[in-house]
């Protein structure tokens, strides 16, 4: 955490709760349309559905690998959207909870970053 903190805390810290819904509505629906919209829906033309969504689950771990723990961590919640994907048939579902999902981690990040600037002053 301290890791993430660091490195874009400085960056974050600025910015309004509106520039951080766009942010994280962005990432969440760029992420989605790669790894659910074109990896998962590619690979399973090829393999079967539940292969398909296991190795994109796996693929977006990898990409979000800032910690072992946080990969998988990652992993777990890319399956988990590739699962809403699957029973939902479109990508709104997922984006959403992605976007969401981010939405809080951003705000919890730019809270700690300005609690731990408060202590420093």
Do not use: C
Not at 23 to 49: D, T, Y
Not at 79 to 98: E, T
Not at 101 to 116: H, I, N, P, S
């Amino acid at each position: 955490m301290e890791l993430v903190q660091d490195q874009l805390g400085p960056v974050l810290a600025s910015r309004s709760a509106t520039e951080l819904a766009v942010l994280a509505a962005l990432a969440g629906a760029a992420e989605e349309i790669l790894f659910r919209g074109v990896l998962q829906v590619g690979l399973a033309r090829v393999l079967p559905e539940g292969l398909a969504l296991v190795l994109t689950g796996a693929a977006f771990g990898l990409a979000h690998f800032v910690t072992p723990t946080y990969a998988l961590l990652a992993g777990l919640a890319g399956v988990y959207l590739g699962v809403l994907f699957w029973l939902q048939g479109n990508l709104l579902v997922p984006i959403v909870a992605h976007g969401l999902y981010d939405f809080v981690a951003l705000t919890y990040l730019v809270r700690r970053y300005r609690a731990t600037m408060d202590t420093r002053d």
